[in-house]
């Protein structure tokens, strides 16, 4: 199983490059299929020339973005599409090590409530 970011066939153009990368998500492919999947990418740090760290620069295709839709092959493997370079902007700086404290106390937050709340 491999994490990918992934787009949906019907957003990829004639050229095999991606319409809208807003609509990029990541995806674990397990024989072919989409197994599980994220939400939506984060234009800051996945489209953005100011955090070069993890661009969406290519995408497998699936079917459709859904649980299980199958991802698209040629016959020299899974199809990919690229991300056009009018789809970077930029965003300014990303503190991304901040961002993942920020995401930990927040998980943290939501488990406690959520122990709270139990009977």
């Known amino acids: 199983m491999v994490m990918r970011h992934c787009t949906e066939e019907s957003n990829v153009d004639e050229d095999m490059l991606v319409i809208d990368a807003s609509k990029i ?3 674990i492919v397990s024989q072919g299929r989409i197994a599980e999947m ?3 990418i984060e234009k800051a ?3 953005n020339l100011d955090f070069p760290d993890h661009k969406a620069d290519l995408c497998v295709i699936a079917a459709r973005l859904e649980l299980g839709s199958p991802i698209k092959f040629t016959e020299g493997g899974v199809m990919f599409a690229i991300v056009p370079k009018t789809s970077y902007e930029h965003l ?5 090590t901040a ?3 920020a995401m930990r106390d927040a998980m943290a937050r939501a488990e ?4 709270e709340s139990k009977p």
């Open 112 to 115: 406690a409530q959520a122990k």
């Open 38 to 40: 994220s939400g939506l």
């Open 99 to 101: 961002r993942l404290f």
């Open 25 to 27: 998500r990541h995806v």
């Open 45 to 47: 740090t996945h489209l």
């Open 92 to 96: 300014g700086f990303v503190d991304y």
